[in-house]
């Protein structure tokens, strides 16, 4: 069984910054991918960043230049950095890891940027 924890999400004034964390934990024999969505209120889920098993990573167009995601690899956890912060980044931020033979979510975190 496959758990993810995420922690991080909070409230934050436009312009600042947050750091979001995932620890995935359970049986876990390799990830492929560990990925970071939102779901804004009212719209679909995105997909906001990507990073591989070998590290190369993918944003949103909305993001580039803004968020950072990275890896640990010996504590199969996923990291969202969020600088220059806008009121249209708030969202449920969710993550969630690909291996070979499923995928899994995280429960969620929010993230409230006010203006």
């Known amino acids: 069984q496959v758990q993810l924890v995420e922690s991080g999400g909070g409230l934050v004034q436009a312009g600042g910054s947050l750091r979001l964390s995932c620890a995935a934990s359970?049986?876990?024999?390799?990830?492929?991918?560990m990925d970071w969505y939102r779901q804004a209120p009212g719209k679909q889920r995105e997909l906001v960043a990507s990073?591989?098993?070998?590290?190369?990573?993918n944003y949103a167009d909305s993001v580039k230049g803004r968020f950072t995601i990275s890896r640990d690899y010996a504590k199969d956890t996923t990291y969202l950095q969020m600088n220059s912060l806008k009121p249209e980044d708030t969202a449920i931020y969710y993550c969630?890891?690909?291996?070979?033979?499923?995928?899994?979510w995280g429960q969620g975190t929010q993230v409230t940027v006010s203006s």
């Open positions: 969630k890891i690909v291996t070979a033979a499923s995928s899994h």
């Open positions: 359970g049986t876990i024999f390799s990830i492929n991918f």
């Open positions: 990073i591989t098993s070998t590290g190369i990573a």
